[in-house]
């Protein structure tokens, strides 16, 4: 199975700052890898595919890039919205797997 | 407007059993993969299953292998879950999720808004 890992696993961020958030694959999983937005007791909202392709409605501040085992989420300037958990997931083999969230807290 | 609509959840007891539906509308239901996702209290994100558009096709994360069974009714626009022989860290709510798109490496567009299972004696 291809494990995902994300860091960090939590961090503190003000409004306008840049965050990145890290995703790790395990094995290679080619461009195969998508990022989700989940705020408390909502369901996941879907927001990057294929590492860097901005789903539809989703705000420009958020960008994805790497391919491989690398892979980072970048949101260029925070807004209140923002603060959520995210995770990243790949999607190059079953058992699809999820990296364990990343926090973004004030 | 896609909607996905899981219902069946429930407490139930230990190594007790529940069908959990997911009913689909909005989009062609036959001609999408579809998958269960699962999040323990407090928890991440965990796939369960996956299913093909047609039903031939099902995979399975290990910690429900032969205990779970996806499956689908094309004609009722409805997903399934059997899930059977249930322990304390089964625990979760059960989201149910569509493919993005006809391919095999797609990520998941549309979820429900889950439904919650809870084992406990």
């Known amino acids: 199975d291809i494990q995902m890992t994300q860091s960090p696993s939590s961090l503190s961020a003000s409004v306008g700052d840049r965050v990145t958030i890290t995703c790790r694959a395990s094995?290679?999983?080619?461009?195969?890898l998508n990022w989700y937005q989940q705020k408390p007791g909502k369901a996941p909202k879907f927001l990057i595919y294929?590492?860097?392709s901005l789903q539809s409605g989703v705000p420009s501040r958020f960008s994805g890039s790497g391919s491989g085992t690398d892979f980072t989420l970048t949101i260029s300037s925070l807004q209140p919205e923002d603060f959520a958990t995210y995770y990243c997931?790949?999607?190059?083999?079953?058992?699809?797997?999820f990296g364990q969230g990343t926090k973004v807290e004030i | 407007e896609v909607q996905l609509l899981e219902s069946g959840g429930g407490l139930v007891q230990p190594g007790g059993s529940l069908r959990l539906s997911c009913a689909a509308s909005?989009?062609?239901?036959?001609?999408?993969?579809m998958s269960w996702v699962r999040q323990a209290p407090g928890r991440g994100l965990e796939w369960v299953s996956a299913?093909?558009?047609?039903?031939?096709?099902?995979y399975y994360a290990d910690s429900v292998k032969g205990r779970f069974t996806i499956s689908r009714d094309n004609s009722k626009n409805t997903l399934y879950v059997q899930v059977s022989s249930l322990r304390g860290e089964d625990t979760a709510v059960y989201y149910c999720?569509?493919?993005?798109?006809?391919?095999?490496?797609?990520?998941?567009?549309?979820w429900g808004q889950g439904t919650l299972v809870t084992v406990s004696s």
């Open positions: 997931q790949q999607s190059h083999s079953f058992p699809r797997t």
């Open positions: 299913i093909s558009s047609s039903g031939g096709s099902t």
């Open positions: 294929a590492a860097s």
């Open positions: 999720a569509k493919d993005y798109g006809l391919g095999g490496y797609e990520p998941f567009d549309y």
């Open positions: 909005g989009f062609t239901f036959s001609s999408y993969a």
């Open positions: 094995q290679s999983i080619s461009s195969y």
